[in-house]
């Protein structure tokens, strides 16, 4: 009886285990094309903006959104607004790899959209610098700020 009991919990552990690790992994893949995105849009530090622009001879800052994830394998809509009313789910804790979204007031249409990049900070296609890292505690985007999704 005791050896069926030993055979049962070492046969349902392992079951466990299995299930577990399925979770993770679909977990790790998702946070690795967040990653990458990240990786490729800090690959292009100091690329002019361009309105429009979605290459590396220029962005805009959806441009920059776009092109990051499309080179991590994830497809996003085009603008600001696009991709704040269709992709992702909104989230009120940022992660890694996070969209955040801004506009000229609370009650606007996203005009501008940064990846999280953890720590407090953001990268973007600044219409003024290009594309840059800034912090999220900046005084003239905080002010701005309308949500987040994660995608």
């Known amino acids: 009886m005791l050896k069926k009991f030993i055979m049962a919990f070492v046969i349902l552990a392992s079951c466990g285990t299995l299930f577990a690790n399925t979770g ?5 893949a998702a946070y690795n094309y967040h990653i990458r995105a990240i990786q490729v849009a800090e690959n292009h530090m100091g ?13 805009d800052c959806s441009g920059l959104v776009k092109y990051s994830y499309g080179k991590a394998g994830r497809t996003l809509n085009r603008t600001a607004a696009t991709m ?11 992660k890694t790899g996070d969209l955040m979204f801004f506009a000229p007031t609370k009650a606007s249409r996203p005009t501008h959209v940064a990846i999280y990049i953890g720590y407090g900070k953001m990268i973007m296609a600044s219409s ?16 701005r700020y309308i949500g987040a999704k994660r995608v």
């Open 47 to 59: 690329v002019p903006y361009r309105w429009g622009g979605m290459s590396p001879y220029g962005f």
């Open 24 to 28: 993770n992994k679909a977990e790790a």
């Open 84 to 94: 704040f009313y269709g992709n992702g789910y909104h989230v009120y804790s940022l």
């Open 128 to 143: 003024s610098k290009g594309v840059m890292i800034t912090r999220t505690s900046n005084p003239y985007w905080h002010q």
